[in-house]
Each structure stands twice: as structure tokens, then as C-alpha cells.
């Protein structure tokens, strides 16, 4: 998959000079051990290096930092300067102007999930290395990721399928047990993650499949819901099979932020689904909300648990939750909705997430699963793709115009193959695990989900970003005000040629810039 380019070539050989003579007089600042790919490059790591994000501080006024990544080769690369009182660019180049008075949506957060797959490459590396690729992802040298997501129970992303209670009848789940999987693949991380984070995870868990004796089925997999009907013994069975898990994870000092009420709700209607679903209309999980799953988690001290719908494509926005809000008893008790990013991609309008937001500005929406390499022409891995890179800021930036709160990633590791998956639904990840090397690369998608895990913190608001000038500009933009004052603004260029701009704060000033082609960038400043 090597890329043909001499640019991508002298690239590699930039950056391994780079790791020879240093690049940075900031202290335990590492750069990007740079290995050729398909159209960029990607970072290695091992037990003994891996690059780390040159840190900033709050700045004096009127001065910025600017981080970068670029197909051409740059991964957060840090820049300061000041703020002009006057234009330097010449000619029609857009004008991006913040507004701080004019505020939208809280940000929930950005991270990824711990599945079994992803505990399974981890846990493979030697300890040191293991140690390396976390603090990756959730140390104040990485990205600062801010949410997980965790299966309940196994999911494609499992090397078999199981269940916590797999005994027929069980409607007291006397038989209730964690899995070996969540003993060694997922507790584990979970807690070192969360010792090596500076922020509170937001956790969240997502249900796959109830065991196969509550099911029409009787089968994880398929077509197959519910035996009965809300409010009915195997609902309640199944109401009491979220506490019991939450209970568990308690016990492990884990406690969930969230939980939504069904992975992927409408794959379980499908004939032959492939793997682990279970099937609901906007009806049944209503009337499972208002009857069973909302007044037992208010029953056991979990109401203030953030309870989520749907959990599925927008291709469902906005009947799905206007159904489900349609009963004053189901959404007392839910907070928001959950979506999934597999037919935003030229298919159904990111117009439908403001359209639900106006309909219910009091329920969050959260981007809640996402990879590259799912689709049949696009299948698996592919090393240093910058095009799958830029298909997640498009998307990241697309639903956060459109009122998501945030934006969490599947797996946060796989292996070279994109899995392991027991039902060979191999993708892509951020990070990849290479076991026999004691290695792992920072794929590209890596580097720009930093672009908003490490600089919009949950909390930030996003605010009004206006385009003057060149308004016909391709430049994809959104802004943000965090809690500590600082003004984020991220912009994005897919296109090939480098684009000039301004950015203009009205109390700072404007900032000359201009962006490479296929690049990204992150603007952070402060105005006292």
C-alpha cells in the first residue's frame, strides 16, 4: 500500500531525521516516527517511542496558537503568532469572523469505544507499549479523549458470541455474570484510562442483543426482537438486565454517564442479520422506555443516568424520536439521541439533525459510532489514508453545525486485518495494532479526531462562525468558547490547492493565514 509520491518520500525522510536530531526545544515534546502509506504518511509507535502533541499554555492577548496535520505530512504540528490590526491578504479570500454572543450547543465530548476487539490488540503489545498507545489516546500528551463508549456483552467486535445470562428461563437473572471479557478486556482499560485522564470519562453502554432465550429468535444474531410485549416479564427481565450491569461496573468503581437503549435498533428486523442485533420499532422502545427500562432505573438510583434513543443512522431523524417523544411517560425519562454516521456520506441531509433539534432543543443529540472500511468498495484497513481522515472531519464538522454535541469513534484499536471480529466485519481504526512487531500506528483519523478531542473540552459552546468576502469558499469551519475563556475555531480544507484566509476576532484583530491543501487546522486563543 506504499504511496508512489517523492513528496510523501522526502516526507519519511524529513521526519526520521527529525528523530535523530530532535525538532522541538519543548521539553518531552516527541514528533512522529513517520512510515509511508497509502496516500500519508502514519505514525509508529512502540514500547520504547511515540510521538507526543507539543503542549501550549494560555497566551498573552492577542497572541494565537495554531495547531496543524496535513496529507503532506504534518500531525498537530504547533505554531504561535499574533494577532494584526491590518489585512496582509490581498485579493477575495474569505473573511471568517467569531461571534461569541451568538452560542448553539454544550459540548458533550470526543473518544471512542472499548470494545473486545479493541482490549484483545491492546492487551497484546507488551506493557510498556500498551502504557504508550492510552496515554495516546487519554493523557495530556494525546488527545484527551472525553467519552467511551462500552458494549454490553459481545458484539461483532467479540471473538465469539455471549450473553451474562445464557440460562433459559432466568427471569430473575439469578445466573447474571460478567463476562471473562470484561474482567480482562474492558475493566481493565477502562480504569487505566480513566487514572491517566485529567478529565471524567463520559462512559456510556450500549446493548447489542439480549441472551437468545428472551428472543423470538432464539438467537443473538438475525431477525429477532423480544418475546411479548412492553410491560410484559421478558421486558421487565430485560429492564432488569441494564441495572444488573450497571451494578456490576459499579462494583469495579466504573459508573456509566450514559446508556442507550438499544445498539442499531432497526438491524434486528432484518432477515439474516449477520451479527449480534436485536430488532425495534420507534413504538416498542417507547413503550419499553415509559413501561420498564425508565421507572426501574429510577428505581435503583439511576435516574440521572443520561437514557438515549434511537442509536442508529439520521436516515431515521426526525420520525423516530417524534415518535418516541409522542409519550409524555417515555420522555421524562430520556435525555437525548444517539446517532451513527454510516448513511450521512452524500445520502441523507445533516439538515434532518437541526430539524430534530428545533423539534426537542431539550434532548442532546451525540454522534455515538463511526469508522472507515465498512462499506463494500472501501472494506477493511488501509494505512496513512488521508481521504479517510478527512472523511471524519467532514462528518465531525457537519454534525456539529447541526447541533451534536459530540462525536465518539468505534474501536479505538484494531489489528492489521481491522478486527478481530468473529463475524469478519473487519474495518478500519485510528489505531492499529501490529502484535508480532510490538508495535501500533497513528493512522491520520487519529490525528484529527486530536483536532477536537484536545481542544474542545466537554463544556465548550459552540458559537457563530460568519464568512465574508470569498463567501463562495470550500473551507469547512466551526468555533467554539470553552469554559476557560479560550476561543477554538477549526478549519478544514478537502480540496488539493492551499487556500489563503482571515480569521477576525472583534476585540483582537485578524489573523493572515492560509491553509494547505488536504489540511486541517485548529485556531486556540484567548482576548485577556
Same mark, same amino acid.
Given at each position: 500500500?506504499?504511496?508512489?509520491?517523492? +513528496?510523501?518520500?522526502?516526507?519519511?525522510?524529513?521526519?526520521?531525521?527529525?528523530?535523530?536530531?530532535?525538532?522541538?526545544?519543548?521539553? +518531552?515534546?516527541?514528533?512522529?516516527?513517520?512510515?509511508?502509506?497509502?496516500?500519508?504518511?502514519?505514525?509508529?509507535?512502540?514500547?520504547?517511542?511515540?510521538?507526543?502533541?507539543?503542549?501550549?499554555?494560555?497566551?498573552?492577548?492577542?497572541?494565537?496558537?495554531?495547531?496543524?496535520?496535513?496529507?503532506?505530512?504534518?500531525?498537530?504540528?504547533?505554531?504561535?503568532?499574533?494577532?494584526?490590526?491590518?489585512?496582509?491578504?490581498?485579493?477575495?479570500?474569505?473573511?471568517?469572523?467569531?461571534?461569541?454572543?451568538?452560542?448553539?450547543?454544550?459540548?458533550?465530548?470526543?473518544?471512542?469505544?472499548?470494545?473486545?476487539?479493541?482490549?484483545?490488540?491492546?492487551?497484546?503489545?507488551?506493557?510498556?507499549?500498551?502504557? =504508550?498507545?492510552?496515554?495516546?489516546?487519554?493523557?495530556?500528551?494525546?488527545?484527551?479523549?472525553?467519552?467511551?463508549?462500552?458494549?454490553?456483552?459481545?458484539?461483532?467486535?467479540?471473538?465469539?458470541?455471549?450473553?451474562?445470562?445464557?440460562?433459559?428461563?432466568?427471569?430473575?437473572?439469578?445466573?447474571?455474570?460478567?463476562?471473562?471479557?470484561?474482567?480482562?478486556?474492558?475493566?481493565?482499560?477502562?480504569?487505566?484510562?480513566?487514572?491517566?485522564?485529567?478529565?471524567?470519562?463520559?462512559?456510556?453502554?450500549?446493548?447489542?442483543?439480549?441472551?437468545?432465550?428472551?428472543?423470538?429468535?432464539?438467537?443473538?444474531?438475525?431477525?429477532?426482537?423480544?418475546?411479548?410485549?412492553?410491560?410484559?416479564?421478558?421486558?421487565?427481565?430485560?429492564?432488569?438486565?441494564?441495572?444488573?450491569?450497571?451494578?456490576?461496573?459499579?462494583?469495579? =468503581?466504573?459508573?456509566?454517564?450514559?446508556?442507550?437503549?438499544?445498539?442499531?435498533?432497526?438491524?434486528?428486523?432484518?432477515?439474516?442479520?449477520?451479527?449480534?442485533?436485536?430488532?425495534?420499532?420507534?413504538?416498542?422502545?417507547?413503550?419499553?422506555?415509559?413501561?420498564?427500562?425508565?421507572?426501574?432505573?429510577?428505581?435503583?438510583?439511576?435516574? =440521572?443516568?443520561?437514557?438515549?434513543?434511537?442509536?442508529?443512522?439520521?436516515?431515521?431523524?426526525?420520525?423516530?424520536?417524534?415518535?418516541?417523544?409522542?409519550?409524555?411517560?417515555?420522555?421524562?425519562?430520556?435525555? $437525548?439521541?444517539?446517532?451513527?454516521?454510516?448513511?450521512?456520506? +452524500?445520502?441523507?441531509?445533516?439538515?434532518?439533525?437541526?430539524?430534530?433539534?428545533?423539534?426537542?432543543?431539550?434532548?442532546?443529540?451525540?454522534?455515538?459510532?463511526?469508522?472507515?472500511?465498512?462499506?463494500?468498495?472501501?472494506?477493511?484497513?488501509?494505512?496513512?489514508?488521508?481521504?479517510?481522515?478527512?472523511?471524519?472531519?467532514?462528518?465531525?464538522?457537519?454534525?456539529?453545525?447541526?447541533?451534536?454535541? $459530540?462525536?465518539?469513534?468505534?474501536?479505538?484499536?484494531?489489528?492489521?486485518?481491522?478486527?478481530?471480529?468473529?463475524?469478519?466485519?473487519?474495518?478500519?481504526?485510528?489505531?492499529?495494532?501490529?502484535?508480532?512487531?510490538?508495535?501500533?500506528?497513528?493512522?491520520?483519523?487519529?490525528?484529527?479526531? +486530536?483536532?477536537?478531542?484536545?481542544?474542545?473540552?466537554?463544556?465548550?459552546?459552540?458559537?457563530?462562525?460568519?464568512?465574508?468576502?470569498?463567501?463562495?469558499?470550500?473551507?469547512?469551519?466551526?468555533?467554539?468558547?470553552?469554559?476557560?475563556?479560550?476561543?477554538?475555531?477549526?478549519?478544514?480544507?478537502?480540496?488539493?490547492?492551499?487556500?489563503?484566509?482571515?480569521?477576525?476576532?472583534?476585540?483582537? $484583530?485578524?489573523?493572515?493565514?492560509?491553509?494547505?491543501?488536504? $489540511?486541517?487546522?485548529?485556531?486556540?486563543?484567548?482576548?485577556?
Amino acid at each position: 500500500m506504499a504511496a508512489s509520491s517523492s +513528496g510523501i518520500r522526502w516526507l519519511q525522510v524529513y521526519f526520521s531525521a527529525l528523530l535523530v536530531f530532535g525538532s522541538s526545544d519543548v521539553q +518531552g515534546f516527541v514528533p512522529c516516527n513517520a512510515r509511508v502509506g497509502q496516500s500519508s504518511i502514519y505514525c509508529v509507535c512502540n514500547s520504547t517511542y511515540c510521538d507526543t502533541i507539543e503542549p501550549y499554555t494560555r497566551g498573552n492577548k492577542g497572541l494565537y496558537v495554531l495547531y496543524q496535520s496535513s496529507q503532506a505530512g504534518h500531525r498537530l504540528t504547533k505554531n504561535t503568532s499574533k494577532f494584526s490590526q491590518t489585512r496582509n491578504n490581498s485579493g477575495d479570500v474569505p473573511v471568517f469572523t467569531v461571534d461569541r454572543n451568538s452560542t448553539y450547543q454544550t459540548i458533550i465530548g470526543f473518544g471512542g469505544a472499548f470494545t473486545d476487539s479493541a482490549g484483545i490488540n491492546i492487551l497484546n503489545l507488551s506493557a510498556k507499549a500498551q502504557e =504508550n498507545l492510552l496515554r495516546a489516546y487519554y493523557s495530556t500528551d494525546g488527545l484527551e479523549y472525553s467519552t467511551g463508549r462500552i458494549p454490553m456483552a459481545s458484539c461483532d467486535f467479540s471473538t465469539h458470541i455471549y450473553s451474562y445470562d445464557d440460562h433459559p428461563e432466568d427471569f430473575n437473572l439469578t445466573n447474571f455474570s460478567l463476562a471473562m471479557e470484561d474482567i480482562k478486556f474492558k475493566i481493565p482499560l477502562i480504569q487505566r484510562a480513566q487514572s491517566m485522564s485529567q478529565k471524567k470519562i463520559k462512559l456510556f453502554a450500549t446493548p447489542w442483543s439480549a441472551p437468545a432465550w428472551m428472543k423470538t429468535n432464539k438467537n443473538m444474531t438475525g431477525n429477532g426482537s423480544l418475546i411479548g410485549q412492553p410491560g410484559g416479564k421478558y421486558y421487565k427481565t430485560w429492564a432488569m438486565y441494564f441495572i444488573r450491569f450497571l451494578q456490576e461496573y459499579a462494583k469495579k =468503581n466504573i459508573s456509566m454517564w450514559g446508556i442507550t437503549a438499544q445498539n442499531e435498533p432497526a438491524d434486528g428486523n432484518l432477515y439474516h442479520f449477520q451479527f449480534q442485533a436485536m430488532g425495534w420499532t420507534a413504538e416498542t422502545q417507547r413503550d419499553f422506555i415509559a413501561k420498564d427500562l425508565g421507572p426501574l432505573l429510577h428505581k435503583y438510583g439511576y435516574g =440521572n443516568l443520561k437514557l438515549m434513543i434511537l442509536d442508529d443512522d439520521r436516515i431515521f431523524l426526525p420520525i423516530w424520536p417524534k415518535t418516541v417523544f409522542s409519550s409524555a411517560d417515555a420522555s421524562k425519562y430520556i435525555s $437525548g439521541i444517539a446517532v451513527h454516521w454510516y448513511t450521512d456520506t +452524500g445520502i441523507i441531509p445533516p439538515s434532518l439533525l437541526t430539524d430534530t433539534h428545533n423539534l426537542f432543543p431539550d434532548k442532546f443529540i451525540l454522534a455515538t459510532e463511526a469508522c472507515t472500511g465498512s462499506l463494500p468498495w472501501e472494506k477493511g484497513v488501509v494505512l496513512g489514508s488521508w481521504e479517510r481522515a478527512e472523511s471524519y472531519s467532514h462528518d465531525i464538522i457537519q454534525d456539529l453545525q447541526n447541533w451534536v454535541a $459530540g462525536w465518539t469513534d468505534w474501536n479505538i484499536a484494531l489489528n492489521l486485518n481491522g478486527g478481530p471480529n468473529w463475524a469478519k466485519n473487519f474495518v478500519d481504526s485510528p489505531i492499529l495494532v501490529n502484535a508480532q512487531r510490538d508495535e501500533f500506528y497513528k493512522q491520520p483519523m487519529y490525528y484529527v479526531m +486530536g483536532h477536537f478531542s484536545k481542544f474542545v473540552p466537554a463544556d465548550s459552546v459552540r458559537i457563530a462562525v460568519t464568512v465574508s468576502g470569498n463567501t463562495g469558499t470550500q473551507l469547512e469551519t466551526v468555533a467554539f468558547l470553552r469554559t476557560d475563556g479560550a476561543t477554538v475555531l477549526v478549519v478544514s480544507n478537502r480540496k488539493s490547492t492551499a487556500t489563503s484566509f482571515i480569521v477576525k476576532d472583534p476585540v483582537l $484583530g485578524m489573523i493572515n493565514t492560509n491553509i494547505p491543501g488536504h $489540511g486541517i487546522q485548529t485556531y486556540v486563543w484567548w482576548t485577556s
